[in-house]
């Protein structure tokens, strides 16, 4: 068995970070949301009521569908967002009597789902909530916005952005992996620009979110890490290794100096936000057992597992094989 040798980049502080996106793709609406409703019009306008902070909001959004494969040039799409619910746009209350020609929803299964529906024009709205901002390394919250889940609107026609990820072994069987590619019909989701950190810099780049479940963090569901698709095949990899979450830029408890374990679980699960304004989507799958290189089967996942991760990471220099 060949060794593969993984670089990637870690995310880390990963609230600031999806927040330095210009377009966060199911474009971000609001933290902490409570009793969401979705209303779409006629002419192709949503209204998003909740309450959140203490307030009742109504947030009147337009002006985007779908999503541009990446370009260095071109901006990617996104929402024009009016939080006075149409008065800052049209000097009048819109969302008072706002009509509602929305039918019900009856698109694909999404992860995260709130509420959703078919606009007259057969287009989709969607509304998602989740932790985007947990505390990698299987930390427990302790911070207000890492326990909070980001309410996110989608508006698309089509298919929906697609995870495909698989598991095996790397460094000869010493360490877990979770390798694949991320793509939006058929094409690769990747970005241009980022920190050395993983922070996005544009609006076609996308951090992935794996959780792990049942790991030597604790039982349940707890973050491992986040990871940017790679240009230009959209791939990822990450390897389930020990850290030292005071270096890297990691986010961590005050105080905590001691090494974080491997986190490789049970089962895994990787969420990200789709590209443009299209839903969030999400893949799960089961954990592998330690490596065994006396087991035919495992030697045999691990050859096939080989040659489809390099597949994937043709032409990237963090995921090959030597």
């Not at 370009?71 to 990617?76: G, I």
């Not at 929305?102 to 959703?116: E, H, I, Q």
């Not at 969030?280 to 691990?302: F, K, N």
Request: net charge positive.
């Amino acid at each position: 068995m060949r060794d593969r040798v993984i670089r990637f980049l870690l995310v880390s502080s990963v609230a600031a970070l999806a927040l330095a996106a210009p377009a966060q793709a199911s474009q971000l609406i609001d933290r902490g949301a409570t009793g969401v409703t979705l209303k779409v019009n006629a002419k192709g306008q949503a209204l998003v009521e909740y309450r959140a902070h203490g307030r009742e909001r109504h947030v009147l959004v337009w002006g985007a569908i779908n999503a541009r494969h990446p370009s260095p040039t071109v901006p990617q799409v996104k929402f024009k967002v009016d939080y006075s619910g149409g008065w800052g746009t049209y000097r009048r209350t819109v969302w008072k009597g706002f009509p509602d020609a929305c039918r019900a929803y009856d698109g694909p299964k999404l992860a995260w789902f709130v509420t959703g529906c078919k606009a007259p024009d057969g287009s989709y709205w969607a509304l998602q909530a989740w932790q985007v901002e947990l505390p990698n390394l299987g930390f427990t919250p302790w911070l207000p916005n890492q326990r909070e889940s980001r309410l996110m609107l989608s508006h698309w026609t089509g298919p929906i952005a697609k995870i495909e990820a698989y598991t095996d072994w790397v460094w000869g069987g010493r360490w877990n992996e979770v390798f694949g590619r991320f793509t939006y019909h058929g094409v690769p989701v990747y970005g241009y620009r980022s920190t050395l950190h993983g922070e996005v810099l544009d609006g076609y780049g996308r951090n992935l979110y794996l959780d792990t479940y049942d790991s030597a963090y604790g039982p349940g569901w707890r973050r491992e890490n986040g990871f940017l698709s790679h240009r230009p095949g959209g791939n990822f990899c990450y390897g389930f290794y020990t850290h030292d979450p005071t270096k890297g830029g990691y986010l961590h408890p005050p105080g905590w100096r001691a090494m974080r374990p491997a986190g490789n679980g049970s089962r895994y699960r990787i969420s990200v936000s789709g590209p443009g304004v299209t839903p969030d989507v999400m893949w799960s799958g089961r954990g592998l057992p330690q490596y065994d290189p006396g087991d035919p089967s495992m030697v045999a996942l691990e050859q096939r597992m080989n040659l489809l991760g390099e597949k994937f990471a043709a032409g990237d220099k963090l995921c090959h094989q030597d």
